[in-house]
């Protein structure tokens, strides 16, 4: 990962960190808020969402109270491709592909035809998850979602 992975954090993204590892047990890597969605995004590593997330949701709805914010947990990647996928959870991404205009870097995530509802999710909300996160480690300002053939 780029960018991202060098960015320092504020006292307050710490503190907030530290409390979700209180909550779920699980270190997060990163933590982004999105203004659009007023909503927390926690970055774990690989494997850890169901176990942060907890039993039907529990640890998340503790988090969501007392931060009186939506919260959301995704998985790392290793990749771009990874990561795409795992931004775009719970929609199975078939393919991703990288496409640069100029200074700007577009990822188009290729999804099977009923999944694209998912990908999008509620007004955007999922490709804006997306867009943030992939923003910020790969320089992403684009994410698009296409049906496969």
């Known amino acids: 990962m780029s960018a991202g992975a060098n960015r320092r954090l504020t006292n307050e993204e710490l503190q907030l960190m530290s409390f979700f590892e209180d909550i779920t047990k699980i270190p997060p890597k990163d933590l982004l808020y999105d203004e659009d969605f007023q909503r927390y995004i926690f970055l774990v590593d690989r494997g850890l969402a169901p176990l942060a997330v907890g039993k039907a949701g529990s640890k998340i709805r503790?988090?969501?109270?007392?931060?009186?914010?939506?919260?959301?947990?995704?998985?790392?990647?290793?990749?771009?491709?990874?990561?795409?996928?795992?931004?775009?959870?719970?929609?199975?991404?078939?393919?991703?592909?990288?496409?640069?205009?100029?200074?700007?870097?577009?990822?188009?995530?290729?999804?099977?035809?009923?999944?694209?509802?998912?990908?999008?999710?509620?007004?955007?909300?999922?490709?804006?998850?997306?867009?943030?996160?992939?923003?910020?480690?790969?320089?992403?300002?684009?994410?698009?979602?296409?049906?496969?053939?």
């Open 62 to 149: 503790m988090l969501k109270e007392f931060l009186k914010k939506d919260v959301e947990v995704v998985e790392d990647g290793s990749n771009l491709e990874e990561l795409v996928k795992s931004t775009l959870f719970p929609a199975r991404v078939v393919e991703v592909k990288l496409k640069e205009e100029g200074d700007r870097k577009i990822v188009i995530a290729i999804v099977p035809p009923d999944q694209v509802g998912i990908a999008i999710g509620r007004n955007g909300r999922n490709v804006q998850r997306a867009r943030l996160i992939l923003g910020r480690y790969y320089g992403v300002t684009e994410v698009r979602v296409q049906p496969s053939a």
